[in-house]
């Protein structure tokens, strides 16, 4: 179990929104730290792991929470 060190929640946001809040609340933590996101939506599900990724941080977990919404946990890496 990772210990998360922010919760985010975009469920009632639309893209890029869905990103821009993640990657603001990404650039607030220090490296190492974990954002748990809450998702909702194809795209975002989709876009949002991805740019994660592009931006160098780690996809630590992608799980249904079973209401419709997902749970992402990313773990922020050094420099980004």
Not at 51 to 65: N, T, W, Y
Request: charge should be negative.
């Amino acid at each position: 179990m990772h210990e998360v060190t922010r919760t985010v929640d975009i469920t009632r946001e639309v893209c890029p929104m869905t990103y821009v809040r993640t990657k603001l609340a990404l650039e607030a933590l220090g490296a190492g730290a974990v954002l748990e996101v809450w998702l909702k939506g194809e795209e975002p599900l989709k876009n949002v792991p991805r740019s994660a990724r592009e931006d160098g941080h780690e996809v630590l977990a992608l799980e249904p929470r079973g209401d419709g919404t997902h749970r992402l946990l990313l773990r922020k890496q050094e420099g980004h």
